[in-house]
């Protein structure tokens, strides 16, 4: 289960199949989800699974969640393969929020919910305001209406080439090819000798990966 405030981190690493879904009394379902690419060294890890409570920390009159890395003086225990962080932040209305960051990290602010100024740049609900590496200071105005909640999301550049298609992550078209094989030949075997392991029993159907474009995927930074 995750709930409001709270983290589930799914690990694919050589390969992982699982399910979403919600709970028969909910009728929104609000949150987000981000998609970590694993640097080359680590990228055939074992697959895994985290669940983490960040507590509510006060700083400064804000109120912060650190879910990954460290940020206010928090340290989110969940293992990640590359120095990261992430951080839910509420900030009262009318107020400013200064955040001291790694000048080694990129750093994205993605809006949540109200409207605010990140370093001098105007964005609401559903934006994210990039800031590339370098910056010491990331600061969030909130509008004098309402309290704003933003993510600070943030990690050293991966510097790396990969292709994103579908379900699959991999650093060449042979090997989208090949990991769509797999995937559809753990779907045909339902087998404890997949790299997928075997499905539950209570899944009915499995999603089946779309057919290739007819061109060669890209890699792109």
Known sequence: MVRPG??????????IAHSEFSTPNTSVLHGVQLWIALPADHRFTEPAFHHYVPPIVEHGGIRAAVFLGSLFGQTSPVEMFSPL???EIVVPAGSTARLDVDVTFEHGVLVDTGEVTVSGIAASTGQLIYHEPGVETITVHAS?????R?????GEPLNERIIM???LIGRSHEEIVQFRTEWEQARRDNSSATQYGAFPAEWESTLPAPELPNTRLQPRG
């Open 6 to 15: 709270e983290l589930n981190v799914m690990t694919a690493g050589t390969g």
């Open 85 to 87: 962080v992430g951080a």
């Open 144 to 148: 004098t209406d309402l309290d704003a």
């Open 150 to 154: 933003v993510l600070l999301l943030g």
């Open 165 to 167: 298609w579908w379900n």
